[in-house]
């Protein structure tokens, strides 16, 4: 049976006909919303809570077996990367015969944090959308990551499921083509939905990852929070020193569950990446 955690705060889904918002057991449909204004904003729940006390609950919740958006306006998408012990190890691995084994060791003991770009809005997926693999590598593999949403300020507000898509042999290959290896088309997604929070997730918060292949799984683990190192207001501080973003961000925290050496993505394999609190984000490799 799986826990059930309790978290004060509402679920924001992106969907074809606009948002809906779920609270207490029930859902609200909103026509139109300004996803940047919202995001951007010290207290979207707030917000959210506002709009929908003028609503009546809508009979239907969220099709999760449908094809949602990315909850995304035009925030940039950010990541931290060796904030697990996990993390750490596989990098010093797949990086040894470039010479750069040691750099990922220094940066897991280091104060300042790995923090990189990801994705623009126009290269996010959202639930059950087709992620990529990159044609000009051969080592591919999903990253299942605590999200943060970021206000302008740089408070954090709610949380998503993100899915750093990385290809492992280029960034293997020498660590400067880390670009190469995370920023390209599709390998962002964000869902299904963002949990509005002005409470902190649990240390015990769970993050399963399961790969399907033709039906049946091929990869499966799972961590929790406690297990990463870097605290989540830390990355935000050190992101927002001499950076701004007026419409807020998204920040990737990390992951703690990498699949063996062995294995590879391949085309139609579906993701299905869940956090407690949140939900289940799934994506097909297309």
């Known amino acids: 049976m799986q826990r059930q955690l309790t978290f004060s705060g509402v679920k924001l889904y992106r969907t074809s006909s606009g948002a809906l918002i779920e609270h207490e057991g029930r859902s609200y449909a909103l026509a139109s919303l300004d996803w940047d204004s919202l995001l951007s904003s010290d207290d979207p729940l707030s917000t959210a809570l506002s709009a929908i006390a003028k609503l009546s609950p809508s009979p239907n919740g969220p099709d999760l077996d449908q094809l949602f ?82 206000s302008a300020t740089g408070k954090i507000t709610g949380y998503t499921i993100g899915n750093d898509m990385s290809s492992r042999d280029i960034e293997g290959e020498n660590p400067l083509y880390l670009p190469q290896a995370k920023v390209y088309d599709r390998s962002c997604a964000l869902g299904p939905c963002i949990l509005l929070s002005s409470d902190p997730m649990p240390s015990s918060t769970l993050i399963e990852l399961e790969i399907r292949r033709d039906g049946a799984p091929v990869f499966s683990g799972s961590t929790s929070l406690s297990s990463m190192k870097r605290d989540p207001k830390t990355l935000v501080e050190y992101l927002f020193r001499q950076n701004s973003f007026p419409n807020g961000c998204f920040l990737l925290t990390g992951t703690g569950i990498v699949p063996p050496d062995s294995f590879t993505l391949r085309l139609g394999d579906e993701i299905r990446i869940r956090i407690e609190g949140i939900g289940t984000l799934v994506n097909v490799v297309g």
């Open 69 to 150: 958006p990315a909850p995304i306006g035009t925030q940039e998408v950010w990541a931290a990367g060796v904030t697990y012990f996990r993390s750490r190890s596989a990098r010093m691995e797949e990086s040894k015969s470039a010479g750069g084994g040691n750099f990922y060791d220094r940066v897991y003991a280091a104060e300042r944090p790995e923090l990189f770009f990801k994705a623009t809005a126009h290269r996010v997926v959202g639930h059950r959308g087709k992620v990529a693999i990159r044609s000009d590598a051969s080592w591919s593999v999903p990253e299942p990551e605590l999200t943060l949403l970021v």
